[in-house]
């Protein structure tokens, strides 16, 4: 059973330009969760979604981030007009479908974006 | 908000026990979780507590005080593989249910 896959691990981007950070979830799981680490610092959640439904955005910055988790193919992270204090690295997790608050978080390995 | 505090830095050798505590401060508390990262990895699951008390699972251990607001990690028998950072995360209920919480996590290193 694959883990949680993330792409791309890396990427660079210039000011100004669009990233896209891409999540597939374990098998079975319905769950999506984003999460952003900056440098010393711990995880922060950004945004709790579902098969077509985004659940708690309450920790994603109002302008220029969006999420999706559509009806087929990969969870899409889109940061539009990035800045440099957009670098971090940039943490999918999911979890089955009837635990959403009680069960274990699996993690991707993370993308790792830097801004330059 | 939530206050999740944990110490920054721990060290200890190889083939000794480390504690690692966790103090929290939240309403609607759920349950909590301890992680661990390796450096540029993803965090692994370690172990999750809901009711009081002590969880063993193989050298590491979780205990948790709802009461007191208070968790820890035992690791016992040290090896230097478990230098890593720990990571405390609690969950809440009601409309958040699913988000966790994070502390900023203990940078644990093993010497020889």
């Known amino acids: 059973n694959a883990g949680v896959m993330q792409n791309p691990r890396h990427l660079v981007r210039r000011r100004g330009q669009e990233a896209r950070l891409r999540c597939s979830p374990m098998?079975?799981?319905?769950?999506v969760y984003w999460y952003r680490q900056l440098p010393e610092e711990g995880l922060k959640f950004m945004v709790y979604?579902?098969?077509?439904?985004?659940?708690?955005e309450s920790g994603m910055p109002k302008e220029r981030f969006s999420a999706e988790f559509p009806k087929e193919g990969p969870s899409i992270l889109r940061i539009q007009q990035v800045v440099r204090g957009d670098s971090a690295a940039y943490f999918c997790?999911?979890?089955?479908?009837?635990?959403?608050?009680?069960?274990?978080?699996?993690f991707g390995p993370g993308t790792r974006l830097t801004v330059t | 908000g939530q206050n999740i505090d944990q110490p920054t830095e721990m060290t200890a050798t190889e083939g000794a026990i480390v504690q690692i505590n966790c103090t929290y401060q939240?309403?609607?508390?759920?349950?909590l979780f301890w992680y661990q990262q390796h450096a540029g990895e993803a965090p692994t699951f370690l172990s999750y507590n809901v009711l009081d008390g002590l969880e063993e699972k193989g050298r590491f251990s979780s205990f948790l005080s709802r009461s007191k607001g208070y968790s820890y990690l035992l690791l016992k028998e040290l090896q230097m593989k478990d230098s890593a950072s720990y990571l405390c995360a609690v969950v809440r209920r009601g409309s958040t249910l699913g988000r966790l919480y994070f502390g900023r996590g203990t940078q644990l290193t093993v010497w020889p």
């Open positions: 939240t309403s609607g508390f759920n349950g």
């Open positions: 098998k079975g799981h319905s769950h």
């Open positions: 979604l579902q098969k077509e439904n985004i659940i708690d």
């Open positions: 997790a999911s979890s089955p479908p009837t635990q959403a608050g009680g069960s274990e978080q699996y």
